[in-house]
């Protein structure tokens, strides 16, 4: 098994390998930006610099520490691997693979249960959809999105190796927020594309909870999830929040929570608050 630093060390050598790929994408956002401001196909740029804002309030927080604690959360669960993985030809594919199923589960948890869309609510709150889109990612979700890795190490998969595929999945998924790439016909079923991710992001009944995957779209097929692009789309979340404040869009919903608590009567109505669906709350007071 590798020592703690040699762990840290390489999981270093796959951040430096990642800010290359990091280079590439600025380069494919800065052209998506003056596109869009050369030809007015942006209708304001509240939302860009919002995003900016949140992104580069992120990337401290890293620094500061909330990147390293998601790293210590793996390596405390190692030691009690059920199985010792066997680093074969097929340990990379499958460790790609697994890593892309955690993150279904850990992107569909995110909608279903309350307490967690307050914090992936931030990416889907913007009624634009553009390359910025990807870098509006909550400030708190690194203190707890490592729990749902937490099984991959307990079967086996090195930290390193996980923490690799996570964020190859993650990555992947930048290119993707954006409208000027159109369907891409039987692709778009077999792999999250922009026209599946369009759906994800549209607020109407048919997308709403729709196109979990991260790279593949072979977890929504299997769970039920999956949804083609419709003919028009509405982005953001039903209730916009009509401000582009960096922290109203990062912190609204959970006092929207807190004040259900609050106001909420006896203990299974406060927890169906936190933990309940979205909008749980509200439809139980519509039906009585």
């Known amino acids: 098994m590798e020592t703690l630093e040699e762990q840290f060390l390489a999981y270093q050598a796959v951040l430096d390998w990642m800010d290359i790929f990091a ?8 052209g998506d930006c003056l596109f869009d401001f050369c030809f007015k196909r942006r209708p304001g740029w509240k939302e860009t610099f919002a995003n900016g804002f949140i992104f580069l309030v992120n ?22 691997a059920v199985f010792d993985i066997p680093k074969s030809w097929w340990y990379w ?40 889109t990807a ?48 369907r891409l016909g039987f692709l778009d079923k077999i792999f999250n594309t922009p026209s599946a991710h369009r759906v994800h992001h549209g ?38 929040l009509g401000t582009s404040n960096p922290f109203t869009i990062n912190f609204a919903e959970f006092g929207a929570i807190g004040r259900d608590v609050i106001r909420l009567k006896g203990m299974k109505n406060k927890l169906l608050a936190l933990f309940g669906r979205p909008g749980a709350t509200e439809q139980k007071e519509n039906s009585q």
């Open 203 to 240: 607020s109407t009944p048919d997308c709403i909870d729709k196109n979990y995957g991260g790279i593949l779209m072979l977890w929504d097929h299997l769970f039920g999830t999956y949804q083609s692009e419709p003919e028009k789309n509405i982005y953001g979340i039903t209730t916009p």
């Open 59 to 80: 990337a401290g927080l890293d620094v500061l520490g909330f990147g390293l604690l998601f790293i210590l959360g793996l390596v405390i669960f190692e030691p009690l």
């Open 93 to 132: 594919p499958l460790t790609l693979l697994a890593a892309d199923l955690s993150y279904y589960w850990m992107h569909r948890l995110e909608h279903e249960i309350r307490l967690f869309w307050a914090v992936h609510v931030v990416h889907h709150s913007s009624p634009e959809f553009n390359t910025s």
């Open 135 to 182: 870098f509006r990612l909550s400030w708190v979700e690194s203190l707890y999105e490592w729990i749902f890795l937490v099984p991959m190490i307990l079967l086996g998969f090195g930290v390193v190796e996980t923490l690799i595929a996570i964020l190859i999945v993650i990555q992947y998924q930048s290119w993707i927020h954006t409208e000027k790439i159109g």
């Open 23 to 30: 280079i590439a994408f600025a380069i494919f956002f800065i």
